[in-house]
């Protein structure tokens, strides 16, 4: 009878809490929707640049599934390439090919290289072309290794959900405690609570950026090319969005345990959509869904600085980008402490 009772006290709690049943039932199919989508998308096409005598292999190379862009020098064919336009430029010396990988993207890197192998065995009995091209990298080399490739990315996956479930649950705990409450009875303006929080919050993070991108690059040795100071600023800035979109979404959980069923929401999706699986072969709108995403921006950022040694020129918009999250998840903070007490 008493384990009876308590059962149905159980049930009865949870029939009630429709946030956490939403979740317990919804989140998981929500998931589950996205990783079907990510792994069943269609496979990568390469998009190759051909230049000069190599432009007559352009009907083969379509005939692979490759699109194929033509140049008519080899400078705008490497442009090209440097700008992320292109995942390889194809030009011809005699009759040797001589391919040049943009390098960073392995997935590229072996669709290039299978649609390579096709069209030489296509053209073999016909011509004297040398069916070993001559491989270069223009980022990267052909020893690059599975963690040199993800590790910028899961630097920034690391930081934005360590950072969100403690800033989250932390700042929960100020206010199911009361200290919150205390605070917004005094003379304080909302937005001066926020951006003592975020500062408080903001000074462990800092560390927190240090010691991982330290850890990464001085320990693991995971491929860094371009500056540390930017990976750090990089770092930061996704640490920062994180400790605001946590405190953010505290307001709308009653206990740590619904602070926690978040992450299925908020972390995974962006996980799956920051670049760890080719953007290019998933459906338009799932690539938009991305590009409102922190983590996408992040990741892009490091993956510029540390594989391609790319400068600030090709990181600022990703660093206004986040700017621009803090700044809106903040204002949003302010605004969500109104449902507290007015001031």
Not at 120 to 144: C, F, H, N, R, W
Not at 222 to 232: C, D, H, Q, R
Request: one cysteine or more.
């Amino acid at each position: 009878m008493r384990i009876r009772a308590i059962t149905l006290r159980i049930l009865q709690q949870f029939i009630h809490d429709k946030r956490t049943m939403a979740l317990m039932f919804i989140a998981p199919l929500l998931v589950l929707s996205l990783m079907s989508l990510v792994f069943n998308s269609d496979s990568y096409e390469p998009v190759i640049g051909v230049s000069g005598q190599a432009v007559n292999l352009s009907a083969s190379l379509k005939g692979h599934e490759a699109t194929v862009k033509e140049y008519s020098t080899v400078e705008i064919g490497t442009d090209a390439l440097r700008e992320g336009t292109i995942d390889a430029l194809l030009t011809l010396n005699g009759t040797a090919p001589q391919v040049v990988l943009e390098g960073s993207n392995p997935t590229a890197n072996r669709a290039v290289m299978m649609v390579l192998e096709q069209t030489s065995q296509d053209l073999l009995p016909s011509s004297g072309i040398k069916v070993q091209p001559e491989i270069s990298y223009l980022y990267g080399s052909a020893d690059m290794k599975t963690i040199d490739r993800f590790g910028p990315i899961m630097i920034g996956v690391f930081v934005f959900f360590f950072v969100f479930l403690i800033a989250g649950v932390s700042f929960l705990r100020e206010r199911t405690t009361g200290t919150l409450e205390r605070l917004l009875s005094t003379p304080l303006k909302r937005w001066e609570i926020v951006i003592g929080y975020v500062c408080g919050f903001g000074v462990f993070t800092v560390f927190q950026a240090l010691l991982i991108s330290w850890f990464s690059i001085q320990v693991l040795g995971i491929m860094m090319t371009g500056s540390f100071g930017y990976v750090m600023l990089m770092t930061l800035l996704l640490s920062m969005t994180a400790l605001t979109l946590g405190t953010l979404l505290s307001a709308f959980a009653a206990n740590e345990l619904q602070m926690i069923q978040f992450i299925p929401l908020i972390i995974v999706p962006q996980i799956f959509l920051s670049g760890l699986f080719p953007m290019d072969t998933l459906p338009v709108w799932l690539q938009r869904v991305g590009l409102g995403t922190p983590l996408y921006y992040g990741a892009d950022a490091l993956m510029n600085i540390m594989i391609r040694g790319k400068g600030w020129s090709d990181i600022a918009l990703d660093v206004y980008v986040l700017i621009g999250f803090s700044l809106l998840f903040m204002t949003l903070n302010v605004l969500a402490l109104r449902k507290h007490r007015k001031m």
